[in-house]
């Protein structure tokens, strides 16, 4: 069974930065492409960004260049390290193993003043 964990979430003034962690359980990390998702009050869960098991990246257009996905196999986990918070970043961010029902719980990211 395949347990995925995120954490790091919290109440930031806009401009400020978060660094969330999802971690997994299972061996099957290194090898898997991992997802960031988010989901704000009232709007259908959007693709975030994206990593494959060899490290290749992409983004949303909405927050490249203040977004960045990475991972640590030997830890398997994968982050996302948002900077420049704007308030319309404020969501619940979810990972997810890609192409796969396994999803974490998710975690609050609030950029407000």
């Known amino acids: 069974q395949v347990q995925l964990v995120e954490s790091g979430g919290g109440l930031v003034q806009p401009g400020g930065s978060l660094r969330l962690s999802c971690a997994a359980s299972?061996?099957?990390?290194?090898?898997?492409?991992m997802g960031w998702y988010r989901q704000a009050p009232g709007n259908q869960r959007e693709l975030v960004a994206t990593?494959?098991?060899?490290?290749?990246?992409n983004y949303a257009a909405s927050v490249k260049g203040r977004v960045t996905i990475s991972r640590d196999n030997a830890k398997n986990t994968v982050f996302l390290q948002m900077n420049n918070l704007k308030p319309e970043d404020t969501a619940v961010y979810y990972c997810?193993?890609?192409?796969?029902?396994?999803w974490g719980q998710g975690t609050q990211v609030t950029a407000s003043s």
């Open positions: 997810r193993i890609l192409a796969t029902s396994y």
């Open positions: 990593i494959t098991g060899g490290g290749s990246t």
């Open positions: 299972g061996s099957i990390f290194s090898s898997t492409s």
